[in-house]
């Protein structure tokens, strides 16, 4: 018997997926991120509902069934995000003490 918050091993992937692994994360993201409590916060992880990781797991199923050149040429034609965040050195500054 599987709970709730899991979802099957044994789950059978759609014939029209065109990316099975996608399509299993986002169902086990979904699986966790189901519901809302009565406070209206997700019962997995305390945010408000519709919380981020469920919206974009939503989204991360929708990407499942299109294929892989629609997906890339999609992200190719839109700017870098965080681009102008990764500008910096990566190792934190060292503070010694006096």
Not at 10 to 31: H, I, K, N, S, Y
Not at 59 to 70: G, I, K, N, Q, V
Request: aromatic share 8%.
């Amino acid at each position: 018997m599987v709970s709730d918050s899991e979802i099957s091993a044994d789950l059978v992937t759609p014939a029209d997926v065109a990316d099975p692994l996608l399509w299993r994360d986002a169902q086990e993201m979904l699986g966790r991120h189901s519901r809302a409590n009565r406070y209206g916060e997700c019962v997995w992880c305390a945010r408000t509902w519709p919380c981020p990781p469920r919206r974009l797991a939503e989204r991360a199923e929708a990407a499942a069934y299109r294929s892989t050149e629609d997906g890339w040429t999609d992200l190719a034609s839109r700017p870098a995000r965080h681009a102008a965040r990764n500008a910096g050195p990566f190792d934190p500054p060292t503070f010694h003490p006096r």
